[in-house]
């Protein structure tokens, strides 16, 4: 979830929302998705900018969640293909040392 980095963003920026999580037992939600937006008598002009700003900030947060969700899909994948190398590096000494072994018996 993005919901604390979606409150911060917005705070950061001047709006102040309910923490997130607030609806959870002791404000502790286990997947950070819930915020409670509860407008105390604003004019409909700030409503309507904070409700921009809010937006604004899923957004952002929602992008940069995504782009590091790739980034370790990536990370993963070059990994994955450098213990394919390793592996094969690996079979292909053995066969060298094997075959060596076999050289000095013969």
Do not use: H
Request: with cysteine; net charge positive; proline share 4%.
């Amino acid at each position: 979830g993005c919901a604390k980095d979606i409150v911060a963003r917005a705070k950061k920026a001047g709006v102040v929302l309910t923490s997130a999580g607030a609806t959870w037992p002791y404000g502790k939600d286990p997947n950070d998705s819930s915020i409670r937006i509860a407008p105390t008598y604003p004019s409909l002009q700030d409503l309507t900018q904070a409700m921009q700003l809010f937006c604004l900030c899923v957004r952002l947060s929602a992008t940069k969640k995504l782009i590091a969700e790739k980034q370790a899909r990536e990370d993963i994948a070059t990994a994955n293909a450098t213990i394919d190398e390793l592996r094969d590096t690996v079979k292909s000494n053995e066969a060298t040392i094997a075959e060596k072994q076999a050289a000095q018996q013969a």
